[in-house]
């Protein structure tokens, strides 16, 4: 069993920055990969970012270089950092975890970026 947790979200205006989050707990040892994805209301969960155990990242298309996804395994932390955000980039963010068996999911934490 993972749990996860994100923290990081909140107001942010156009073209700001931010850094998401995610503390991974229980049997971290068994994580694949992780990743981060993101959902607004009405709309299905994207993929934003994924990460392997071994650090090999890949980005959404619609990241556009503004995005940088990284791990830390000592830590069993994983962070999200978002540059020059724009408002369609408002969501809910999800950080999540496989196993192989089965994926695991955060709560999300809400991202808005309005003026």
């Known amino acids: 069993q993972v749990r996860l947790v994100e923290s990081g979200g909140g107001l942010v205006q156009p073209g700001g920055s931010l850094t998401l989050s995610c503390a991974a707990a229980?049997?971290?040892?068994?994580?694949?990969?992780m990743a981060w994805y993101r959902q607004v209301p009405g709309k299905q969960r994207e993929l934003v970012a994924s990460?392997?155990?071994?650090?090999?990242?890949e980005y959404a298309d619609f990241v556009d270089d503004r995005c940088t996804i990284s791990k830390d395994n000592a830590k069993n932390t994983m962070s999200l950092q978002i540059d020059s955000l724009k408002a369609e980039d408002t969501a809910v963010y999800y950080c999540?975890?496989?196993?192989?068996?089965?994926?695991?999911w955060g709560q999300g934490t809400q991202v808005t970026v309005s003026s």
């Open positions: 990460i392997t155990s071994g650090g090999s990242a």
């Open positions: 229980g049997s971290t040892f068994m994580i694949n990969a």
């Open positions: 999540s975890a496989d196993d192989t068996s089965r994926i695991y």
